[in-house]
């Protein structure tokens, strides 16, 4: 069981629960994927750990109070599947949100995040989506808010683009959840559950290599067909996911940073 880091007093103190193991190409050009959230969501003066909860290793129970939140990675899992560590991640994640500890899940986090906390996930009905992808924020979104970890919506544009690589989605977000953003191809592209618990579909802390990277993996099992991946480049090529606003979205979340604001 892996020792939280020491920290000094007052340190902010988060945990990454990878829920995939490091390709090839990531740790030759990232040193792995630990590296890559790091880059975008951790900041100075702050200690993060790293679980390998796919491989069965998890925080100590009585260790959890010392982080100020979780960050539960993407996977080539099914969030729906019965695999031992993925219902030990779920009561993880139950455990959590009875702590009201900040849990932020990306992809495959996202949806076995929902899961955990009573909503229903399974595979996308429209299939596989790779890319890049318009996401819309909800408009007139009812107070209590829980978003307000986004910046000003004055200052918001009504979509962002973001990195996306995946078959499954959430059908169902738990009770009590509010969905905050949506696409054409997915309906819950984003939710959360007060000031603690944020679901992304997508992937904020992906780079276009590392998308490039897994769509040839992909290719290559016989995943995708060669079309369906030559087009998912092209896009690559020619548009830019909004990744400072996501980061910035995310690391508000983690923080606790948060916006006033205002009824008209």
């Avoid at 004055?154 to 953003?181: K, N, R």
Wanted: charged fraction near 30%; aromatic fraction near 10%; glycine fraction near 8%.
């Amino acid at each position: 069981m892996k020792e939280p880091s020491p920290t000094k007093q007052g340190d902010k103190r988060y945990a990454l629960l990878m829920a995939a193991r490091d390709s090839d190409y990531v740790k030759k050009a990232y040193g792995g994927y630990f590296n890559v959230f790091l880059a975008a969501f951790a900041e100075q003066g702050e200690r993060w750990d790293l679980f390998r909860v796919v491989d069965g290793e998890f925080p100590d129970v009585d260790d959890l109070h010392c982080y100020d939140g979780f960050v539960v990675s993407g996977s080539p899992y099914d969030a729906y599947g019965n695999d031992k560590w993925i219902l030990k991640l779920c009561f993880l994640l139950q455990t959590l949100d009875s702590m009201k500890k900040k849990v932020l899940g990306i992809c495959f986090g996202h949806q076995v995040l929902c899961r955990a906390l009573g909503g229903k996930v399974g595979k996308a009905m429209t299939g596989w989506d790779i890319g890049l992808r318009r996401v819309k924020i909800v408009e007139d979104l009812l107070p209590p808010f829980s978003g307000r970890f986004l910046e000003d919506l004055s200052q918001m544009p009504p979509s962002l683009s973001i990195i996306e690589c995946h078959q499954d989605e959430v059908w169902e977000v738990p009770s009590g959840a509010e969905v905050i953003a949506f696409s054409e191809k997915t309906g819950v592209e984003m939710f959360a559950i007060g000031d603690h618990i944020l679901g992304i579909q997508g992937h904020p802390e992906y780079t276009k290599d590392i998308l490039c990277s897994l769509i040839e993996r992909l290719l290559n099992n016989n995943c995708i067909e060669r079309e369906f991946a030559e087009n998912a480049k092209f896009g690559l090529e020619i548009a830019e996911p909004d990744r400072a606003r996501w980061e910035k979205i995310c690391r508000n979340f983690l923080k606790g940073r948060y916006h006033r604001l205002e009824s008209t």
